[in-house]
């Protein structure tokens, strides 16, 4: 098993400690993607986000410097070149998102009769590439990559050993900017807050002391947590932030789920309806559906059996309460909207 030299493990600690710092509004900056180039040499670094289902780039985000193709719109034909993306097919087949190499899963030989690297590797003369996706769903990918020239030598285990080890860091800054995100909406809605409004905010003077609270929190924490405030934190909340206060704290009610996140001084409370739970295979089954695959081109993608493939869509059926396909599609878009206005 491959570990890391005490300077590489330095040089790692010394990027998680200060990549706090280099984030805002949105977790992941040019300066962040200079720092990940200098712990793993690329010609290329790059961050991506991409909806999957809508077809749309959501974020793309180059190191400065590095030459840039993406000026050239995605076509349609290009969203389907992306399933022959050779990692992308493992981490489909696995069914999580850790660290790989092109070399991991497939041969030279191979690469080149792949249609992928033919049309968006080969133009580049790009040869090796590292790629790790931070847990997300499949219709909303944000994945780091690392290309090099044939000029240059394959990427290492070190190389893919460091990224697995900062994935979670990632992941944990891309969810502290969120937090970040939804803090500044729910200060900007402060001076004409309603308590009937799904986010309210929270002020803390000591470790479960109330500054102050929005209207809104006020009526949260008072159905949640059935008790009245007198100045403090319901004593679930207090032990919550006491014991941890990293995590979320989420608490169900009435078919409704309440959210509460802590940023630095102040708590983020977030209502929202219970939607309808999908596993993540009938979600990625579905939104194959609504990309216009078969069962028996899902279940080749997914190397899944198509009856396997048809159980999925039965039990899609029955949680959206629809009876076709072309049902399910548009009920499943709905969802995805309504998450993403939530978000």
């Not at 030299?5 to 790692?12: F, G, I, T």
């Not at 899963?105 to 790790?132: G, S």
């Not at 994945?143 to 030598?153: A, G, H, P, Q, S």
């Not at 630095?264 to 929202?272: H, N, R």
Request: proline share 4%; aromatic share 8%.
């Amino acid at each position: 098993m491959p570990s890391l030299s005490a300077a590489d493990a330095k040089k790692l600690l010394q990027f998680v400690a200060e990549a706090e710092s280099l984030g805002d509004d949105q977790p992941f900056t040019e300066a962040l993607l200079v720092e990940l180039g200098r712990l793993i040499e690329a010609d290329w670094v790059t961050y991506t986000e991409v909806d999957h289902v809508h077809r749309r780039s959501l974020v793309y985000l180059p190191r400065p410097g590095d030459e840039d193709d993406e000026s050239v719109e995605i076509t349609a034909e290009d969203w389907e070149l992306m399933r022959e993306h050779p990692v992308c097919r493992q981490w489909s087949k696995d069914g999580r998102f850790y660290a790989l190499r092109l070399s991991d899963v497939i041969t030279k030989r191979e690469l080149r009769r792949n249609r992928f690297f033919d049309q968006h590797f080969k133009p580049w003369d790009i040869a090796h590439e590292l790629k790790v996706r931070l847990p997300s769903p499949p219709w909303h990918a944000r994945t780091f990559k690392f290309n090099r020239t044939r000029e240059n030598r394959d990427f290492t285990e070190r190389d893919r050993l460091i990224l697995d080890l900062l994935q979670p860091h990632l992941a944990r800054l891309w969810q502290a900017a969120k937090t970040r995100r939804l803090l500044k909406a729910a200060l900007a809605e402060l001076d004409r807050a309603d308590q009937h409004d799904p986010r309210g905010v929270v002020f803390l003077g000591g470790a479960d002391e109330i500054s102050f609270a929005s209207p809104a929190a006020e009526r949260l924490l008072r159905e949640y947590f059935s008790a009245e405030l007198g100045g403090r934190l319901p004593a679930a909340l207090g032990n919550w932030l006491e014991a941890d206060g990293g995590h979320p704290f989420v608490r169900q009610l009435d078919g409704r789920r309440l959210t509460v996140r802590r940023d630095d001084g102040a708590l983020l409370l977030d209502e929202k309806q219970d939607g309808i739970h999908l596993t993540a295979r009938e979600r990625e089954v579905v939104s194959w559906v609504a990309r216009g695959k078969t069962n028996a081109e899902i279940a080749q993608l997914l190397w899944l059996a198509p009856s396997t493939v048809r159980k999925h869509l039965e039990n899609v059926y029955a949680k959206l309460g629809v009876n076709t396909r072309t049902a399910a599609v548009a009920r499943f878009l709905g969802l995805l909207d309504a998450e993403a206005e939530a978000s």
